[in-house]
């Protein structure tokens, strides 16, 4: 009997100590534990078997930020910005708002560019732009900027968003003066190719051909337009389809260039007096004009609007008192960036740098974050740049 009884006991072992008992987050955490790594081998399998256009609709939702992150995820990932279909659903959704692509003072080689929907500064990497040559971008169209050097007067076609690059070919005709640069997209998207424009003060001028890949020179300017052309280096030119306007003095007006028909014409509009630094801009197709008023020792900033019956410029707003005192007694320059219904202003004097933005068609005003270098404190102040619609989908 006794011996049966000692059957049926355990034998417990003298030197092992009993089993602990686990609090109640131990527990849990094993069950986390286990239910993550089943579900990321879960997700991975969903995103191994995920179809690939629906993949790319969903990147093409995607805000316009993420997609410098998005690039470095992984191979597949980032030759999806390349492929055909990509390009058809991220035009399918439309443009986004446009950025501001600029050069600093501080640093001439290296762009920085400005999110106005999340008011952020990204500072992109375009390691393909020659070194020790000042590169400055000059206009844009369909997601390109056309920058060009100033040293030898060659041009290049680029995305920042995706390191899109293209040397464009030597020009047929060598140009050392200053020139104004324009850009044009041939149809309603960078697919029909681009067009880009330089014009000189004496009158020569070529057009290049992003289908053609080629330079041409279309001939001369009518002999109803003065030369040499008292050309505005500190406006941009502006682009209202397929027509180029960049703005003169002696006279004062616009000179405007249909770069489909290939026709030139000269409009004479006076300027505003005590005017300065002024430069033309561009909303829903109406031309404006921005520039600094002075009289005595106030300065205000104001915008004007071109009235086609008159041709002669509206004042149509101007910024608040409130932030005009900060320029009072002070000698302001101001350079404007910007020809898509979105402005940003660099307001610069010996004591004062500030950057503004200004929305055409809300007439709205903001003051833009301070531009500082990653991992430095030193403000930045904007030398010359340009507006362009961020696109991934556009290449070179």
Same mark, same amino acid.
């Given at each position: 009997m006794m011996k049966g009884k000692s059957e049926i006991l355990t034998v417990v072992e003298v030197n092992k100590p009993p089993p =602990?008992?686990?609090?109640?987050?131990?527990?849990?955490?094993? &069950?986390?534990?286990? =239910?993550?790594?089943?579900?990321?081998a879960m997700e991975q399998l969903i995103w191994k078997e995920l179809p690939e256009d629906l993949l790319e609709s969903v990147i093409a939702r995607l805000p316009v930020a993420t997609f410098f992150r998005f690039r470095s995820v992984c191979k597949k990932w980032n030759s999806s910005l390349t492929s055909s279909s990509f390009s058809q659903y991220y035009s399918e959704i439309g443009q986004s708002h446009p950025w501001f692509y600029t050069v600093t003072h501080e640093n001439i080689n290296r762009g920085a560019m400005y999110d106005p929907s999340s008011r952020k500064w990204h500072h992109p990497s375009i390691s393909f732009l020659p070194p020790?040559?000042?590169?400055?971008?000059?206009?844009? /169209? $369909?997601? @390109?900027? #056309?920058?060009?050097?100033?040293?030898?007067?060659?041009?290049?076609? !680029?995305?920042?968003?995706?390191?899109?690059?293209?040397?464009?070919?030597?020009?047929?005709?060598?140009? *050392? %003066?200053?020139?104004?640069? $324009?850009?044009?997209?041939?149809?309603?998207?960078?697919?029909?190719?681009?067009?880009?424009? *330089?014009? $000189? !003060?004496?009158?020569?001028?070529?057009?290049?051909?992003?289908v053609k890949n080629s330079w041409a020179r279309p001939g001369s300017l009518p002999p109803g337009i003065k030369l040499p052309l008292c050309l505005n280096f500190r406006s941009q030119t502006v682009a209202i389809g397929s027509t180029l306007y960049f703005m003169r003095a002696n006279p004062d007006g616009i000179l405007s260039y249909d770069v489909a028909t290939g026709m030139w014409k000269q409009f004479v509009i006076p300027s505003p007096v005590h005017l300065?630094?002024?430069?033309? =801009?561009? #909303? %829903?197709? &109406?031309?404006?004009?921005?520039? @600094? @008023?002075? &009289?005595?020792? /106030?300065? !205000?900033?104001c915008v004007w609007e071109l009235q086609r019956m008159t041709?002669? *410029?509206?004042?149509?707003?101007?910024?608040?008192?409130?932030w005009c005192l900060e320029f009072y007694g002070k000698h302001i320059r101001m350079t404007c960036l910007g020809n898509k219904g979105l402005l940003m202003l660099s307001l610069r004097s010996k004591r004062m740098n500030r950057l503004v933005t200004y929305d055409v068609k809300k007439r709205e005003w903001q003051k833009v974050p301070d531009c500082t270098l990653p991992r430095g404190r030193r403000r930045q102040s904007i030398a010359c740049g340009t507006t362009f619609h961020p696109c991934p989908a556009a290449f070179a």
């Open positions: =602990a008992k686990k609090s109640r987050r131990e527990k849990n955490n094993g &069950k986390l534990l286990t =239910a993550s790594s089943s579900t990321e020790k040559m000042i590169i400055l971008p000059v206009a844009s /169209a $369909g997601g @390109l900027i #056309c920058f060009m050097d100033i040293g030898n007067r060659n041009f290049y076609a !680029c995305n920042p968003l995706t390191n899109s690059f293209k040397e464009l070919p030597p020009r047929s005709m060598q140009v *050392w %003066s200053r020139v104004v640069v $324009g850009m044009v997209l041939n149809g309603n998207s960078l697919r029909s190719g681009y067009k880009i424009v *330089w014009l $000189g !003060c004496s009158g020569n001028h070529e057009i290049y051909d992003s300065t630094d002024h430069t033309l =801009a561009e #909303c %829903s197709g &109406k031309l404006m004009l921005l520039g @600094l @008023l002075s &009289k005595n020792a /106030a300065t !205000c900033i041709l002669l *410029w509206k004042e149509v707003d101007r910024m608040p008192n409130v």
